[in-house]
């Protein structure tokens, strides 16, 4: 078979996981063509945002010391992952002009105290650059005959909306066959950057947070492979998020849109876009846990035989921020509010949620946290000085929940149920929403609530592990 392995940071988080996730490459190669596909390791994209942000406040003392942990991650992880010497002096001379480079334009930024879109992409290509290259290595190590490739170079083509570049598929698709396909025929493993691709004019861009999976699946669908195992540190996509669900169980199999659904309200971390290829290309995709291996794992297929329950999962997105519109013109008004929407839009936020209450004349609606200040002050200025709007209020703690699966679609009562669970804690819902798919409904909280209304909707529909 051809398939896209792609390994995400916590299975390259040191040398001795970058060499594990090699020798399961390198096991399966046996009876099939595999294309890896590398994310940063551990945490380093966080550490390449931090270290960038220290550099625009003026803060080089940390811009250095992250820097320095940074560099000893990779430099640790090369003597463990790599053993052939002459693999090793390539990885070794390759990661140090990485960081070597890294360190100037986090030095060129601290003296501009400015990182345009464009400098942040470009420095957080660094992780999945370096980490790609030690995988490389360890590949070699063991006998692989692999080539590094960065997204750029196996094909994959963007526009230039950095930070979360949209891949031009035609180009795409053409370039990755012709580059993939041509490694494969020769029995070359092709170990190739996540999350990283290029522009037409040549400037590195990055596909968002996540972005690898994106990668994954991008170069599925151009190769028409066969499947997609996404490697992670759990058994698959989970009934909840196990870090909050102490008995949250694996789901066996479930159908694309059921999980591109969890996607989009952040289970697993899964970028939002990067089932979508799989999906139009019908590409068997599996969730699976390097640290074990042996176990099934999930399969995300059309034709998933999904469990007997009405609700599949029960999700939770943090970091959001309610933002409640006032003044009677917003629901007496026709176009008031597709105004107000349009605006937002032009700004480039993206709402979450939207809920019209026409009793009380209010629009609520959720936006990410950080974006609500900037919400705030064009709204404040537009539609309150103006008269428009009474008062525009924030509620920043609060989370979203979402309630997931395909069962919900024409079953009465699952609304009624999941809030008489969550009301029956004594947890006050600050706004529901039902998306027009019927595949979720979700709702707002507080954010110290959220735990354990997550914890209420579980425990109702019985998702957990009995024992
Ligand atoms: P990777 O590095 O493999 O891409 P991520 O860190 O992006 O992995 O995602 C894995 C983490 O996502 C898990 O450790 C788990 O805590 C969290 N997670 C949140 N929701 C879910 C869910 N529904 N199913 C499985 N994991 C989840
Ligand atoms: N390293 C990137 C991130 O942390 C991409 C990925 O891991 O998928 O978002
Ligand atoms: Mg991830």
Same mark, same amino acid.
Not at 289 to 316: H, R, Y
Not at 331 to 346: Q, W, Y
């Given at each position: 078979?051809?398939?896209?392995?792609?390994f995400?940071?916590?299975?390259?988080?040191?040398?001795?996981?970058?060499?594990?996730?090699? $020798?399961?490459?390198?096991?399966?190669?046996?009876?099939?063509?595999i294309?890896?596909?590398?994310?940063?390791?551990?945490?380093?994209?966080?550490?390449?945002?931090?270290?960038?942000?220290?550099?625009?406040?003026?803060?080089?003392?940390?811009?250095?010391?992250?820097?320095?942990?940074?560099?000893?991650?990779?430099?640790?992880?090369?003597?463990?992952?790599?053993?052939?010497?002459?693999?090793?002096?390539? %990885?070794?001379?390759?990661?140090?002009?990485?960081?070597?480079?890294?360190?100037?334009?986090?030095?060129?930024?601290?003296?501009? &105290?400015e990182?345009?879109?464009?400098?942040?992409?470009?420095?957080?290509?660094?992780?999945?650059?370096?980490?790609?290259?030690?995988?490389?290595?360890?590949?070699?190590?063991?006998g %692989?005959?692999?080539?590094?490739?960065?997204?750029?170079?196996?094909?994959?083509?963007?526009?230039?909306?950095?930070?979360?570049?949209?891949? *031009?598929?035609?180009?795409?698709?053409?370039?990755?066959?012709?580059?993939?396909?041509?490694?494969?025929? $020769?029995?070359?493993? /092709?170990?190739?950057?996540?999350?990283?691709?290029?522009?037409?004019?040549?400037?590195?861009?990055?596909?968002?947070?996540?972005?690898?999976?994106?990668?994954?699946t991008?170069?599925?669908?151009?190769?028409?492979?066969?499947?997609?195992?996404?490697? =992670?540190?759990?058994?698959?996509?989970?009934? @909840?998020? /196990?870090?909050?669900?102490?008995?949250?169980?694996?789901?066996?199999?479930?159908?694309?849109?059921?999980?591109?659904?969890?996607?989009?309200?952040?289970?697993?971390?899964?970028?939002?876009?990067?089932?979508?290829?799989?999906?139009?290309?019908?590409?068997?995709? &599996? *969730?699976?846990?390097?640290?074990?291996?042996?176990?099934?794992g999930?399969?995300?297929?059309?034709t998933?035989?999904?469990?007997?329950?009405?609700?599949?999962?029960?999700?939770?997105?943090?970091?959001?921020?309610?933002?409640?519109?006032?003044?009677?013109?917003?629901?007496?008004?026709?176009?008031?509010?597709? &105004?107000?929407? =349009?605006?937002?839009?032009?700004?480039?936020?993206?709402?979450?949620?939207? =809920?019209?209450?026409?009793?009380?004349?209010?629009?609520?609606f959720?936006?990410?946290?950080?974006?609500?200040?900037?919400?705030?002050?064009?709204?404040?200025?537009?539609?309150?000085?103006?008269?428009?709007?009474?008062?525009?209020?924030?509620?920043?703690?609060?989370v979203?929940?979402?309630?997931?699966?395909?069962?919900?679609?024409?079953?009465?009562?699952?609304?009624?149920r999941?809030?008489? @669970?969550?009301? $029956?804690?004594?947890?006050?819902? &600050?706004?529901? @929403?039902?998306?027009?798919?019927?595949?979720?409904?979700?709702?707002?909280?507080?954010?110290?609530?959220?735990?354990?209304?997550?914890?209420?909707?579980?425990?109702?529909?019985?998702?957990?592990?009995?024992?």
């Amino acid at each position: 078979m051809k398939l896209v392995f792609k390994f995400g940071g916590t299975s390259l988080a040191n040398g001795q996981r970058i060499k594990h996730a090699a $020798k399961l490459v390198m096991n399966h190669l046996a009876e099939n063509k595999i294309v890896t596909v590398c994310s940063a390791m551990g945490d380093t994209t966080d550490n390449l945002i931090d270290a960038l942000e220290a550099a625009v406040s003026g803060d080089e003392e940390k811009t250095n010391d992250i820097l320095t942990q940074i560099s000893n991650i990779h430099i640790d992880a090369i003597k463990d992952a790599v053993s052939l010497d002459s693999a090793r002096e390539i %990885v070794y001379s390759e990661i140090s002009n990485n960081l070597e480079r890294l360190r100037q334009v986090l030095n060129s930024v601290y003296f501009l &105290r400015e990182a345009t879109p464009r400098t942040r992409d470009y420095v957080l290509s660094f992780g999945e650059r370096m980490s790609t290259r030690i995988m490389w290595g360890a590949l070699t190590s063991l006998g %692989v005959e692999a080539k590094y490739l960065e997204g750029g170079e196996a094909g994959i083509v963007t526009d230039s909306s950095f930070g979360e570049a949209d891949p *031009i598929m035609d180009i795409t698709v053409k370039e990755v066959r012709e580059r993939i396909n041509d490694l494969l025929n $020769k029995n070359i493993t /092709p170990v190739v950057t996540g999350f990283i691709a290029v522009s037409i004019d040549g400037a590195i861009t990055t596909l968002g947070r996540g972005g690898s999976d994106y990668t994954a699946t991008l170069i599925a669908y151009s190769i028409n492979a066969d499947e997609v195992w996404l490697w =992670s540190d759990v058994d698959g996509l989970m009934t @909840a998020d /196990p870090r909050i669900v102490k008995n949250a169980k694996v789901i066996p199999e479930i159908s694309f849109e059921e999980a591109m659904e969890m996607a989009l309200f952040g289970a697993k971390g899964l970028h939002p876009r990067a089932l979508e290829p799989a999906c139009q290309g019908k590409i068997k995709v &599996r *969730i699976k846990n390097t640290l074990n291996p042996s176990a099934p794992g999930t399969l995300v297929s059309e034709t998933a035989k999904g469990f007997d329950s009405v609700v599949k999962a029960v999700l939770i997105v943090k970091e959001v921020a309610m933002i409640t519109l006032k003044g009677s013109s917003v629901a007496g008004k026709a176009g008031t509010a597709g &105004r107000i929407l =349009s605006e937002l839009g032009k700004l480039g936020v993206n709402l979450m949620m939207i =809920s019209q209450s026409v009793s009380e004349s209010a629009l609520s609606f959720i936006v990410r946290r950080r974006l609500s200040s900037t919400v705030i002050n064009k709204l404040e200025k537009e539609f309150v000085q103006t008269g428009i709007l009474k008062e525009v209020e924030c509620e920043p703690d609060v989370v979203v929940v979402a309630v997931v699966g395909e069962g919900m679609r024409g079953t009465p009562g699952v609304a009624s149920r999941v809030f008489g @669970a969550v009301a $029956k804690r004594g947890i006050n819902i &600050r706004m529901i @929403a039902q998306g027009s798919s019927e595949l979720n409904i979700s709702f707002v909280v507080k954010e110290k609530d959220g735990v354990e209304a997550v914890n209420a909707v579980h425990e109702e529909y019985g998702l957990g592990d009995k024992n």
